[in-house]
């Protein structure tokens, strides 16, 4: 999979081309084209590899069982997909939104959320450690049964939000708005709420 990184070919266009194509975002011409050759690519191979896929949306992506290694998705939609079972590893994925995806079994590491949206999305079972989701905005999320250790949810607005049984060892919720979040069974006295470190 050609992953080289590469600037755009458009004239004196100075940002880097996207991942599968000779244009970045803004000078892309036929975006449905663009995602088709991305959603050929991620259903052929389970490993992806450096790939720089920003503002894009993905419907109905399955990448289950799959090993997503320092990709950037920055500014992208993510709709009803599956990452179950995956691995993500040094990724970024600020400022994208997530909706009804199902991330249960996860190893997600030194992955990156910061100004996310997450509406209805599952992360139970998961091994979620040192993420970021500061500032996100999360409504209707489950962590139940996950290992959150030393994630951050800095000045994140969480509703609705279930961290049932987990590990938050280490975990910052400091300046974060929590509305009805569950953290029973969750040794969350060894988070850090408040801003007096």
């Given at each position: 999979m050609d992953t080289e990184k590469k600037l755009c070919a458009a004239h004196e266009c100075s940002a880097l081309s996207l991942s599968f194509s000779d244009y970045c975002a803004v000078h892309m011409e036929?975006?449905?084209a663009h995602f088709e050759k991305v959603r050929e690519q991620l259903s052929s191979f389970t490993d992806h590899n450096d790939l720089f896929l920003?503002?894009?949306?993905?419907?109905?992506?399955?990448?289950?069982?799959?090993?997503?290694?320092?990709?950037?998705?920055?500014?992208?939609?993510?709709?009803n997909c599956s990452f179950e079972k995956s691995v993500l590893q040094g990724g970024f994925f600020q400022n994208s939104r997530f909706e009804q995806c199902r991330f249960t079994g996860c190893e997600i590491r030194y992955t990156v959320f910061a100004g996310a949206t997450f509406t209805?999305?599952?992360?139970?079972?998961?091994?979620?450690?040192?993420?970021?989701?500061?500032?996100?905005t999360g409504q209707d999320?489950?962590?139940?049964?996950?290992?959150?250790?030393?994630?951050?949810?800095?000045?994140?607005?969480?509703?609705?939000?279930?961290?049932?049984?987990?590990?938050?060892?280490?975990?910052?919720?400091?300046?974060?708005i929590r509305e009805n979040v569950n953290f029973k069974y969750s040794n969350y006295e060894e988070a850090v709420f408040a801003a007096d470190l």
């Open positions: 036929d975006k449905c920003i503002d894009i949306d993905f419907d109905n992506i399955n990448l289950e069982g799959h090993r997503v290694m320092d990709c950037r998705f920055d500014y992208s939609v993510f709709r209805n999305c599952d992360f139970s079972g998961s091994d979620i450690l040192h993420s970021n989701f500061n500032g996100i999320l489950n962590f139940s049964d996950s290992d959150l250790y030393y994630s951050s949810f800095v000045m994140a607005n969480l509703e609705n939000v279930r961290f049932i049984d987990c590990n938050l060892k280490k975990v910052n919720y400091v300046r974060s």
